[in-house]
């Protein structure tokens, strides 16, 4: 099997998905991958011992989220993505999208400020907890997580990535790559952080915010795929000649990735609206049974004010 001059294999069988899954064990998001879910599996076991419930839906998430980042980034899918546009879509619209939703989803930030010493040893030192804290509220956290922010970073992630020189140099080498998509991860992480609402953070927007949010960003990636499937030329050199083992012509592989990238948009959208919209209905009855419980302590006084209000007003009507 031959290589490129970037180290990745340039002599490759026809893609199918069997091929493409197939392990291949990228070290440094293997690694990344084994060491998140071994923090994740030790705060899980922290609270455990000490007799506190964590849910079993939010491990669930945060595993599956991981295990989205494994199948795209450890695989053969690590491989064709180098050469085909289609399956690099593939890659980066799983891991910008659909993995930092799936992890956000696991509450890792609320477990850790649950599970880390509050203290730490000799006086005057700040805990694992009260640092996590200071750095949650710190400003550079408002800065990166506040809208004003993410959304720009989030589309300006596509365009001056793809429509420059600069995805090119990337994708020219495996540090580049891994640099590329450790990017995109983390960029997915930041704009829906907040907008997800399961950690806390910094700011704290209400569910119409987060959803005026979401619509904000998305859009883009569907122009973006649009624009993928209109071209009339490749429109990077990376995938202008993709290997002659894979029989794949490179203006249709471009319009293919365009497809995935306009039709895997509406993915995540669906994910977190109804995340957004069962968090907005827990809410309300949480603070239902707050106004129950409250009601049932003063014997419902604010009721009683309202109605000796109302009739106040029908006595002065009448006089």
Request: include cysteine; hydrophobic fraction near 50%; proline fraction near 7%.
């Amino acid at each position: 099997m031959d290589h490129g001059g970037h180290g990745m294999p340039m002599d490759l069988p026809p893609f199918t998905l069997g091929r493409a899954l197939e392990f291949s064990g990228d070290p440094v998001f293997l690694s990344g991958c084994l060491l998140a879910l071994g923090l994740y599996g030790w705060g899980v076991v922290r609270l455990w011992r000490r007799g506190d419930h964590w849910p079993a839906g939010r491990i669930a998430a945060f595993v599956l989220g991981v295990l989205t980042v494994a199948s795209v980034m450890c695989t053969a899918m690590n491989d064709y993505g180098m050469v085909m546009f289609s399956v690099h879509m593939v890659q980066h619209m799983v891991i910008s999208m659909l993995s930092p939703i799936l992890l956000l989803l696991g509450a890792p930030v609320t477990l850790a400020l649950r599970a880390l010493p509050a203290t730490a040893r000799g006086r005057g030192r700040k805990g694992p907890r009260e640092l996590l804290v200071v750095f949650l509220h710190s400003r550079y956290m408002r800065v990166v997580t506040h809208p004003a922010f993410t959304i720009p970073l989030f589309i300006a992630s596509l365009y001056a990535v793809y429509f420059s020189p600069l995805f090119d140099f990337l994708m020219g080498s495996r540090l580049g790559h891994i640099a590329m998509m450790t990017h995109f991860l983390a960029v997915g992480l930041v704009f829906f952080w907040p907008i997800m609402g399961v950690d806390p953070g910094p700011h704290r927007p209400s569910h119409i915010m987060r959803m005026l949010e979401l619509f904000a960003g998305m859009p883009f990636h569907a122009f973006f795929g649009i624009a993928l499937m209109m071209g009339t030329e490749p429109m990077v050199t990376t995938f202008l000649h993709p290997p002659a083992s894979l029989g794949v012509d490179p203006l249709q592989d471009q319009s293919a990735a365009g497809g995935i990238a306009w039709a895997f948009s509406e993915i995540p959208s669906v994910i977190v609206l109804v995340a957004l919209l069962f968090q907005w209905y827990t809410s309300d009855q949480r603070q239902a049974r707050r106004s129950d419980r409250a009601a049932d302590r003063d014997g419902d006084a604010d009721l009683v004010a309202y109605n000796a209000y109302l009739a106040s007003l029908d006595t002065r009507g009448r006089g």
